[in-house]
């Protein structure tokens, strides 16, 4: 640091130290100023946010919980001969790939969607999340009906670009709070998640009883379209951050991948931050998606009895995200949570290596782990805040949506590793029958990111961070970025 700088440097902070003025947090407001979450001027619009977000989410898990349903039925009908373990296997087959191809589209639009969020405001991501939603779930419809997966699988692949849901809620949360209000508000998100996450499955455990095969479709598609009727009634915060002067410019080029590339290399933090945020979502494959099969193959559940769990799962993330999560955050560092994130997922992975073998009452060691597993959505949000921390106002967009993409070419590599270890395990091929062979290898890879983790916290053990700065803070940063440099 220059010896005449009168930037100081705290943990996930910057704090400017003048003679007039004894500690004032960046940003330009007093500590004792700040205005509080229930009386901030847009907490009804932010609401509304995440009610579009809850109902995003439970559309979105209910439309989960029917995919394996139509493979299996598609598998049963063309393969009439097969046994069921063949079946069963047969469509874990077809949905490591449905699983996997969305990610690779968001890899490859993804940053480009993030790119016109900067430019043209968040309103439209949302709208164009959730249209392609929809078109994934007419093609599903359409495949159900035809007994084809090739609509399935084209327009499910095209509508992997969906994902960007989630990076543009945080982009229009991380426009209109403070910034160390924003690590709550994603834990919050994050109960939105749990919520939409609970009652996705129970509808689909409801209407699943009403004989009809398409009533579920129906259903997750009229919910979606909710969303549509609520954006509207949201300011486009990119406006608002450009009247609050949180943003002085906007972007000048519409190359994704040069921007993120010059962000990374400008920043080895942000760098290793975004490899450990695509670490976990490598990772967290195993545990969020292929739970199904597992089930199925070790205590013969059907889709009602993992409809109950998904649900069971979406509470443990609720109460992680809205009531664990903020308290931690309230005596801890944001980096400290995340490492107790990674090992709660590390605990996670080694209950349900035990959840494998065939002792008596193993589901319910499958069940206690799952308490663990609700921590993981919520590490990603944890870990996409300290992201944010680090971005400029007018790349917020840009850079979460890049991570996001980064992460989804980690979630389509996991997804086909997850599976097919999984299929491989479960097979007569293989030496020994031990389906929990991938939590057993996707635990040691948690352990390796962990000890990574705790590496990178010490090697940076006061990460800058830009957002939100005015002029004078952001000539600071920069003549302290060339004189580093």
Not at 357 to 365: A, E, L, R, T
Not at 386 to 415: H, K, Y
Not at 472 to 479: A, C, G, R
Request: aromatic content about 14%; charged content about 10%.
């Amino acid at each position: 640091m220059p010896p005449n700088s009168n930037l100081k440097f705290e943990d996930d902070k910057i704090r400017i130290i003048g003679p007039e003025t004894p500690l004032i947090k960046k940003g330009v407001e007093k500590e004792n100023n700040k205005i509080p979450l229930f009386k901030h001027k847009y907490l009804k619009q932010t609401i509304l946010l995440y009610i579009i977000f809850f109902i995003w989410v439970m559309s979105t898990f209910l439309y989960g919980v029917i995919i394996p349903n139509m493979l299996v039925d598609y598998v049963s009908f063309k393969f009439p001969s097969l046994n069921f373990d063949d079946q069963q296997s047969k469509a874990a087959y077809y949905k490591s790939y449905s699983d996997a191809l969305p990610n690779l589209t968001m890899f490859l639009f993804g940053p480009l969607i993030g790119v016109l969020s900067d430019r043209y405001g968040r309103k439209k991501i949302l709208y164009l999340a959730v249209f392609s939603s929809i078109i994934d779930m007419a093609s599903c419809f359409i495949s159900m009906y035809t007994h084809n997966l090739a609509y399935y699988y084209i327009f499910h692949t095209l509508g992997g670009i969906n994902v960007v849901m989630q990076p543009a809620v945080f982009s229009y949360i991380a426009d209109i709070f403070d910034e160390d209000q924003v690590p709550i508000l994603y834990s919050f998100a994050g109960a939105a998640l749990g919520i939409g996450v609970v009652t996705g499955p129970l509808i689909f455990v409801f209407i699943s009883s009403l004989g009809s095969q398409f009533i579920p479709l129906y259903v997750t598609g009229g919910l979606m379209s909710l969303c549509f009727i609520g954006i509207p009634f949201l300011p486009e915060s990119l406006e608002i951050a450009k009247e609050n002067n949180r943003i002085q410019e906007t972007i000048s080029t519409f190359n994704p991948f040069k921007l993120i590339y010059n962000l990374l290399k400008s920043s080895g933090y942000i760098f290793w931050v975004v490899l450990v945020f695509a670490s976990i979502n490598y990772t967290g494959q195993d545990l969020i998606n292929d739970y199904y099969l597992f089930a199925s193959l070790l205590y013969g559940w059907g889709p009602t009895q993992n409809g109950y769990y998904l649900a069971a799962l979406g509470t443990t993330i609720i109460i992680w995200g809205a009531f664990v999560i903020p308290l931690l955050l309230k005596y801890l560092s944001q980096r400290r949570v995340i490492t107790i994130g990674y090992c709660c997922s590390l605990l996670a992975h080694v209950m349900f290596v035990f959840a494998g073998i065939k002792v008596k009452y193993n589901y319910v060691i499958f069940l206690v782990g799952t308490i663990f597993v609700g921590f993981v959505p919520n590490n990603m949000n944890i870990i996409q805040a300290v992201i944010s921390g680090c971005t400029p106002a007018n790349l917020q967009g840009s850079v979460l949506t890049g991570a996001n993409a980064i992460a989804g070419l980690a979630n389509f590599v996991g997804s086909i590793a997850a599976n097919d270890i999984l299929m491989y395990f479960s097979s007569p091929d293989a030496p020994i029958f031990f389906p929990p062979a991938i939590f057993l290898i996707n635990g040691a890879v948690v352990l390796i990111t962990l000890i990574s983790t705790i590496l990178i916290w010490r090697a940076y053990k006061n990460p800058p961070t830009t957002k939100s700065l005015n002029e004078k803070e952001q000539k600071q940063i920069q003549d302290l970025e060339k004189t580093i440099n």
